[in-house]
């Protein structure tokens, strides 16, 4: 790839157009909100935008790391984090809706629905996974926990994006093309993380992996 892009990309500057462009869809709920256009059901169209772009925000966190290999661009690393940390920002409105605005604060009808309705199991199997992901990107929690382990937990980013699927296949009533499509790059980005594994020449060490994760978490 161009010199040109790897500079932009590597540059100082760059990281502030990109969060604010990852706040662009709360941007739009906001507007629409303030000008009374959340459709005939706010709710649901909240609860279906927050929750369409977390599993967006998810399937792009994971191909960040084939995309930097693939399209030899390592400086893209420097923007997973925030990348995650958007996934379970969207993630948390989405459970902050449901439980704020569609169950209102109903605990035991919530746990019902946990128990009971297999979407909602396995969206909250899918969001709960994000929790220690998000408590411990910093990079005293790298240090903390050592390469292998926080790798290790990092990797939970693959079962939260398939319980994530499995939730959005659950839940829809008959066209099923939008979570199989995602499901689809779920499954493609996980092959292409095994093959770039098993072609890498040597196995690395955990704290040559972590290297730019830790740079990234240091300088914010
Ligand atoms: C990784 C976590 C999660 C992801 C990726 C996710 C993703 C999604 C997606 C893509 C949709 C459909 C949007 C559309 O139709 O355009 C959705 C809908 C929904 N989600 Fe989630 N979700 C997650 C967690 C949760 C949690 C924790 C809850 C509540 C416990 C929840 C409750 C709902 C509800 C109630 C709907 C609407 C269902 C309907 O319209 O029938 N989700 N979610």
């Keep these: 790839m161009g010199a040109g892009v790897r500079r932009v990309l590597g540059s100082k500057w760059t990281k502030l157009p990109v969060f604010i ?4 869809p709360l941007g739009r709920l906001v507007w629409r909100a303030l000008h009374h256009h959340l459709t005939a059901n706010p709710i649901e169209f909240i609860t279906h935008q927050t929750g369409d772009w977390t599993l967006i925000f998810i399937v792009v966190t ?6 930097r290999k693939l399209l030899r661009l390592p400086e893209l690393i420097r923007f997973r984090r925030m990348l995650g940390l958007f996934a379970f920002f ?3 409105l989405h459970f ?3 439980i704020g605005l569609d169950k209102f604060f109903d605990w ?10 297999p979407f909602i199991t396995a969206g909250f199997t899918g969001f709960t996974l994000m929790i220690p992901l998000a408590l411990t990107s910093t990079a005293g929690w ?3 926990l050592g390469g292998k382990r926080w790798l290790a937990l990092h990797r939970l980013i693959y079962l939260t994006a398939i319980a994530g699927v499995v ?4 839940l829809v009533k008959s066209d099923v093309r939008k979570p199989v499509f995602y ?7 996980l092959l292409l993380r095994i093959g770039l594994w098993l072609g890498s020449r040597r196995p690395k060490q955990a704290a040559e992996v972590l290297k730019p994760e830790l740079t990234t978490a240091e300088t914010g």
Aim: glycine residues 4%; contains cysteine.
């Design 167 to 170: 939730h959005y296949y659950w």
């Design 142 to 144: 790298i240090r903390r």
């Design 21 to 24: 462009l990852c706040l662009v």
């Design 62 to 67: 994971l191909a960040v790391t084939p995309a």
């Design 90 to 92: 969207y993630g948390f």
């Design 96 to 98: 902050s809706t449901w």
């Design 183 to 189: 499901g689809a790059l779920v499954v493609l980005l």
């Design 108 to 117: 035991s009808e919530m746990l019902h629905d946990v128990r009971k309705r």
